[in-house]
């Protein structure tokens, strides 16, 4: 367990971001978020946290150096996932997530140095192994750049492996595959199944076929705070993952029973990726966390798509998804 330290979090008004921040807050930590300036002061899902007091937010721009460097004065330990994420996005503005992961990952990392942080998380994604070549995909496994998104945090993290390499940056690369749980955004699958099955007239999906290792965002976030708790890995990639997969076409299915909703799915073309650049599969090599660690996966994927079904229930999804729209 992490305690009493000062703790910046990039991103931390977000999906990922908003649940660490509260794990820990709930630590007895003193956590700063830091996310994107908007007119509006929005602070996010912190808004709607109940640590919302407890949880300082400075807004400014990941790829701002000044903005970055100010926020970190005074930390101990920056876990950073401030990151542009949208896969179909990164085609149609590739520049955008150099900017962001790559120039955002290097004012992170240049602020730690200069000010001499304890440790930094920098959050990379399954997505840069590209297609599984091996089975389950370990830390060895090569990384393609399959989308411009995938690209930009090869990049970002080769990056951060530079500065441990150069500076002796106290710098862990956390890998994990992908996350879920309640607050992620509509541009992802699993509330994009929800919100279709629970608003919608049809169920309007991709490609059924790729398989993904799905990991409920609590156990993410303790995975997160257990690489930074360790000791032993400066310098090291650690995949975060259940070590299980499932296709999107049985995920539908699985989500289906769960709302009781049977709607048959279609197949639409716009939510394809370009044949080249999808991922067929993903299934994460779990064995460096649990053996270096004490992190294990606790939610079953059946508990944690109820927890988000009943979430989703609780807000006023009009609002909070557009079933109806394609969410780039």
Known sequence: MIKGKNILITGGTGFIGSHLAEMLVRDGNKVTCFDRYNINNNWGWIEESDFSDEINVILGDIRDFDSVHDATAGQDIIFHLAALIGIPYSY?????????NIEGTYNILESSKLRQIEKIIVTSTSETYGTAQTVPI???????G???????KIGADQLALSYYLSFDSPIIIARPFNTYGPRQSSRAIIPTIFSQLMLGNELSLGNLLPTRDLTYVTDTCRGFIELAYSSNLDGEVVNIGSNKEISIGDLADLIKDIVGNKMKITESKERFRPEKSEVDRLICDNSK???????????????????????????????????DRYNV
């Open 92 to 100: 149609k503005s590739p520049l955008a997530y150099i900017k962001t």
């Open 138 to 144: 370990n830390e060895s496994h090569p990384l393609v």
């Open 146 to 152: 399959q989308s411009p998104y995938s690209a930009s």
């Open 289 to 323: 966390i649990c053996r270096l660690t004490s992190w294990r996966p606790q939610i079953e994927l059946k508990t944690g798509l109820r927890n988000v079904y009943d979430w989703m229930q609780s807000i006023d999804l009009n609002q909070v998804y557009k079933a």
